[in-house]
């Protein structure tokens, strides 16, 4: 079935210790996105890319980067965690303004 | 005050009950609209689009008001199965194909 796979769906990683979490989709999906959701809140969009053009939110901290090496996979690389950043990270696609599909998330703990 | 606002919640409702939640939106440019399902420690998944003339798919009714700027959905005989947080989308305007979630509207419902 196309889907949007999310590994690993859990990732332990240490205070400081750069950690990247993946995204691939086969969908065929121009646009791929990254969210960030902690506990009881709404998901918050970190970026996202519309084909290969990256946009960036503009309260997104540097310490979150991405790569979008080709169409089907999108990375979200956190350059030095802190225990703030532990939530689960979402990936979603979507064709232009169609509704999202939504990955099943990597949850991510920082020790 | 937040882009997409929803009562938190939560809603305990029994078997059968019908339930209903708003979502308020603050920007009036937005063009499309979104209930999205989220089971506890999962991924969001799409319940419905919201169309202007207000669209029905089965149990679940939701409406646009544009002129108050709110959308509803309504859940009739609502099931145990029903029981999750109901994500409120709307598509930010003046963007790529940004969608902006509310916080979510938990629901229980009780035998």
């Known amino acids: 079935d196309a889907m949007v796979i999310q590994n690993p769906r859990y990732q332990v990683t240490q205070f400081g210790k750069p950690v990247t979490l993946s995204c691939s989709q086969t969908?065929?999906?121009?646009?791929m996105y990254w969210y960030q959701q902690k506990s009881s809140q709404a998901p918050k969009l970190l970026f996202h890319y519309y084909d290969k053009d990256f946009n960036n939110e503009a309260d997104t901290p540097d310490n979150f980067q991405s790569r979008r090496p080709n169409t089907s996979f999108c990375f979200l690389d956190i350059r030095s965690p802190g225990l703030g950043d532990a939530a689960m990270y979402l990936c979603a696609t979507s064709r232009d303004s169609s509704p999202l599909h939504f990955g099943n998330g990597t949850r991510l703990t920082v020790t | 005050r937040k882009e997409v606002e929803q009562d938190p919640g939560p809603f305990n409702v029994p078997e059968g009950a019908t339930v209903a939640f708003n979502c308020t939106y603050s920007n009036s440019a937005s063009q499309s609209f979104f209930w999205y399902r989220q089971d506890c420690r999962k991924e969001p998944k799409l319940l419905m689009s919201?169309?202007?003339s207000g669209n029905e798919d089965g149990r679940f009714t939701a409406q646009l008001n544009r002129a108050s700027q709110y959308i509803s959905l309504l859940i009739r005989d609502s099931k145990l199965s029903d029981s999750a947080t109901y994500l409120c989308?709307?598509?930010?305007?003046?963007?790529?194909?940004?969608?902006?979630f509310g916080a979510g509207t938990r629901l229980a419902v009780h035998p």
């Open positions: 919201v169309y202007s």
């Open positions: 989308v709307v598509h930010k305007a003046g963007g790529y194909n940004k969608l902006i």
């Open positions: 969908l065929n999906h121009n646009v």
